[in-house]
């Protein structure tokens, strides 16, 4: 049975927050220790039930992209082991599942791309025929392939509430013209190239989002996850056009398959109005996310 760590408990270092998935240390002024924990969102509620492994795949998988975005623009590892910064009885909290990484300003902005249409997106659409105030053509169904693929930001929520979508205009009276346009450009060009490879190993990333920082000296840098399975979603090519000739949601390593199962979960005879506490998620959902999670890993890395 793989360990799992719903939440990390380091003693040796300060801890600076909790988010949905990661704990967050201070390792001295300029560095954090980035702690994937096997925890679950969905809906922006976390489950009471961990994944086990999970934290460590997601890592592994943003390492993988890390490295293999690396000419594209500065990120924010250091290139240390974070082994070396707790004591040997944290150990098992911390290998293969951390990252020790520079300390930035984050920017307060999701740097959302798509490449095709679904979840909120795909709701938007049907209102507006617009994503995030982009406008796209008519006659697009769920699961469509964007002509190209749409910049479309969100404002960054605290834990436990919806990141908000919002229009290219707001971003740039948020963070000036020149950084807007730098982290829309930017984050185009990582999406369609991480996107052209993961087809090559037979997986569609319909969308993402990016989360970028400045260092002490103003570089836009890319941080916290990277085209992760938490981060993005992906389909596997095979039954991907059955999904979409029928207008369902295309299998999917990603959240989706929970999002989906929570969507029928029944509390106190009522469904779950996504609020927490979260259903309990049963054993087989658990174990199928696991599997889908290490699936991604092995396709992709393979």
């Not at 006659?139 to 749409?150: F, Q, T, V």
């Not at 605290?158 to 979508?165: L, P």
Request: hydrophobic residues 40%.
């Amino acid at each position: 049975m793989t360990f799992a760590l719903h939440t990390s408990a380091l003693t040796s270092l300060p801890l600076l927050a909790r988010g949905k998935v990661r704990d967050n240390y201070a390792v001295g002024k300029d560095r954090l220790l980035m702690v994937a924990s096997d925890r679950l969102s969905a809906f922006d509620v976390i489950m009471g039930e961990p994944i086990p492994g999970k934290g460590v795949l997601l890592t592994q998988m943003a390492l993988f992209w890390f490295g293999k975005l690396g000419h594209i623009c500065p990120n924010h590892l250091t290139g240390d082991t974070p082994e070396s910064v707790v004591t040997p009885a944290e150990l098992p909290q911390v290998a293969g599942r951390s990252m020790l990484v520079k300390r930035l300003k984050p920017i307060p902005v999701e740097a959302v791309v798509r490449g095709y249409l679904a979840g909120s997106g795909w709701k938007e659409y049907q209102d507006s025929q617009s994503v995030c105030g982009v406008p796209l053509p008519p006659g697009l169904r769920n699961a469509s392939k964007l002509p190209e693929p749409i910049f479309t930001p969100a404002a960054k929520a605290a834990v436990g509430e919806h990141d908000e979508n919002i229009s290219y205009e707001q971003v740039v009276k948020a963070v000036g013209p020149e950084l807007a346009a730098q982290i829309r450009d930017l984050s185009l060009r990582i999406y369609k190239e991480a996107a052209a490879f993961a087809l090559t190993k037979g997986i569609i990333i319909a969308d993402t989002k990016f989360e970028f920082g400045l260092d002490e000296n103003g570089t836009l840098t890319l941080m916290d996850e990277v085209l992760t399975p938490d981060s993005s979603r992906y389909w596997p090519i095979e039954g991907y056009e059955q999904a979409f000739a029928t207008g369902a949601n295309p299998p999917s390593y990603d959240k989706q398959f929970v999002r989906d199962w929570l969507e029928q979960a029944l509390v106190n005879g009522k469904p779950w109005d996504k609020t927490p506490p979260a259903p309990r998620v049963p054993q087989d959902v658990v174990e199928k996310t696991a599997a889908k999670y290490q699936e991604a890993l092995t396709r992709l890395t393979a």
